[in-house]
């Protein structure tokens, strides 16, 4: 079974700061990885996906996140946040395979400050 | 293009009481997903469709617990005797056939208060 780990529950930053959210799974077999992001009273919206190829992977909003294997790590970046950005992220992975379920991180919950 | 939607938004049951959640998945898609989402918590897995059959159902907490999806289109997740620990915010997703298959695109969720 594949697990992740969310290592910050809570990232405080300051407008226009850069801001990095880790994000550390463990899988026996290769995944799929994500990153969606939820907004207050809203679902989940994906930020970006790792499936395969490049391990830098460029998602909406000016997010990067970036693939791992060794360190079986897919930590979110984003180098100047906003006001807008806050909310809170969860990272995700699924098996390779069609159809199969996502399993999330605890979350992080990113508040920035004017 | 219409997202997935869920109803009701909000829903308060008193303890006991049989509650049914509503998703309308986007147009086409075959997979459908139900999760739980706990206060604070990252969203759980409860259970999974592929058109109307119900692949995967090892998420579901308990028999109180039962998911339906006759046609292949709308679902609804059904709690029976609701308890306290039942409050949750229930999300469904929903995905397309093909290469796209792994992205889920995710309802507003369902806010299940149990009193």
């Known amino acids: 079974a594949q697990s992740v780990t969310q290592l910050d529950s809570q990232v405080p930053v300051f407008e226009e700061a850069p801001v990095e959210l880790r994000c550390n799974y463990s899988?026996?077999?290769?995944?799929?990885l994500f990153w969606y992001v939820q907004y207050p009273n809203q679902g989940l919206q994906l930020l970006l996906k790792?499936?395969?190829?490049?391990?830098l992977v460029k998602g909406i909003n000016g997010f990067e996140a970036e693939f791992n294997k060794s360190q079986t790590s897919f930590h979110l970046r984003k180098p100047s946040v906003h006001i807008s950005d806050t909310a809170e992220y969860f990272c995700?992975?699924?098996?390779?395979?069609?159809?199969?379920?996502?399993?999330f991180g605890g979350g992080t919950r990113v508040l920035v400050k004017p | 293009g219409a997202g997935v939607s869920q109803s009701p938004r909000y829903k308060v049951a008193k303890r006991g009481q049989d509650v049914a959640l509503r998703c309308d998945p986007i147009?086409?898609?075959?997979?459908l997903f139900w999760y739980q989402q706990a206060l604070g918590q990252g969203p759980e897995f409860l259970t999974y469709?592929?058109?109307?059959?119900?692949?995967?159902k090892s998420g579901l907490p308990s028999d109180r617990f039962f998911a339906e999806r006759p046609e292949g289109s709308v679902s609804t997740l059904k709690i029976q005797r609701t308890q306290q620990e039942d409050s949750a915010v229930y999300l469904c997703?929903?995905?397309?056939?093909?290469?796209?298959?792994?992205?889920?695109?995710f309802g507003p969720g369902t806010r299940l208060t149990v009193l």
């Open positions: 997703a929903s995905s397309p056939p093909g290469l796209a298959a792994n992205e889920q695109f």
């Open positions: 899988s026996s077999v290769s995944v799929y």
């Open positions: 469709f592929q058109n109307e059959a119900q692949l995967d």
């Open positions: 147009s086409g898609h075959v997979s």
């Open positions: 790792y499936l395969s190829g490049s391990t």
């Open positions: 995700a992975v699924t098996l390779r395979a069609a159809g199969n379920k996502l399993t």
